[in-house]
């Protein structure tokens, strides 16, 4: 067990044990004081357990633009998630953005793979990182900490606290949070440009002016379980990331929009569903061994510079 492992799991046990229903506030602008509590405890929605979506990328909105679509589909008419080529015709992107997608779907087509966060094992941005099959929240009064098992990654929400006059750009970017009704509120400011970052697995750039705001409602369970099979008609089921076939509990839903003035002719929006996972502990991903399985080396990626982590002796 590595070190970030065992910090990762130190966390999850303190954030867990002192997990109670978070107050809820209005979240105020940069260097104003947040307003006073407009919730009680009792009326916060309980997000807590383990939530699964088995597919790989972003459900289409509600309404409205959505996210750039793979141009590569299966017999069935859903997208090919083993070739990645994003639709650089999507009128949501600017013309450097589209000539970028289309450059690297071009680099798919080729049969190499061109370098992103996740097969580099680096932080992932928002909002890439939403991806994950599964997600775990926990909740407190302060903040809510967001959980991912891809290399045991996790983000944290301040909540009822207005983003910093001067926001120094991280991997996952400032998030700040707050409660209206039944609905948790993540705006996300400050999210770094670095060599391999984008919004999507179709490579979509992004620039520092990039403003990601997430929305986490319950639903009924009928209504999940139906947004879940819309959604699968976009991206198959993957692998084991089941959910739990007993369950008929609500489900939860998370709408995000992006805006990116450098990148985007317009906001657009994605949805994605989430039901109970179908088991109760996390399936550990250590990011170089699962990167390793798939790309044995450097002649898979279409940058040289690219490459799986490496160490020269244990972490352990």
């Known amino acids: 067990m590595n070190l970030r492992r065992r910090d990762f799991l130190l966390l999850v046990a303190l954030a867990a044990a002192a997990t109670t229903p978070a107050w809820g506030q209005t979240a105020a602008p940069a260097g104003e004081p947040a307003r006073s509590a407009t919730q009680s405890a009792a009326s916060i929605p309980d997000f807590s357990g383990m939530w699964a979506h088995p597919g790989l990328g972003f459900e289409n909105p509600i309404s409205g633009p959505g996210p750039v679509r793979n141009l590569s589909r299966t017999p069935s008419g859903a997208s090919n998630f083993n070739l990645l080529v994003g639709d650089s015709t999507n009128p949501i992107l600017k013309p450097h ?119 986490y409602r319950l639903m009924d369970y009928e209504a999940a379980k139906e947004a879940q099979a819309r959604g699968q008609k976009e991206w198959p089921l993957v692998g084991a990331y089941g959910v739990d076939p007993s369950y008929r509990g609500k489900g939860l839903q998370l709408e995000f929009t992006v805006e990116d003035d450098g990148v985007f002719t317009m906001p657009w929006s994605a949805t994605i569903t989430y039901l109970r996972a179908g088991h109760a502990d996390w399936q550990e991903r250590a990011c170089a061994e699962n990167v390793a399985h798939y790309y044995a080396g450097p002649q898979y990626y279409s940058d040289k510079d690219a490459r799986i982590p490496t160490a020269d002796k244990p972490d352990f």
Not at 157 to 178: C, E, F, I, M, Y
């Open 97 to 215: 953005a589209a000539e970028i997608v289309k450059k690297r779907g071009e680099i798919s087509l080729s049969g190499l793979v061109f370098p992103d966060p996740d097969n580099q094992c680096l932080l992932q941005p928002v909002p890439y990182i939403l991806w994950n099959f599964e997600i775990q929240m926990l909740q407190q009064p302060d903040k809510v900490t967001i959980l991912y098992p891809h290399d045991q990654d996790y983000r944290q929400v301040r909540l009822n606290q207005p983003h910093p006059a001067k926001v120094v750009p991280t991997a996952h970017g400032d998030s700040v949070g707050h409660y209206e009704g039944d609905t948790l509120v993540i705006d996300t400011v400050g999210i770094k440009v670095g060599p391999y970052t984008m919004v999507d697995r179709f490579g979509t750039p992004y620039t520092q002016a990039l403003h990601v705001v997430e929305r």
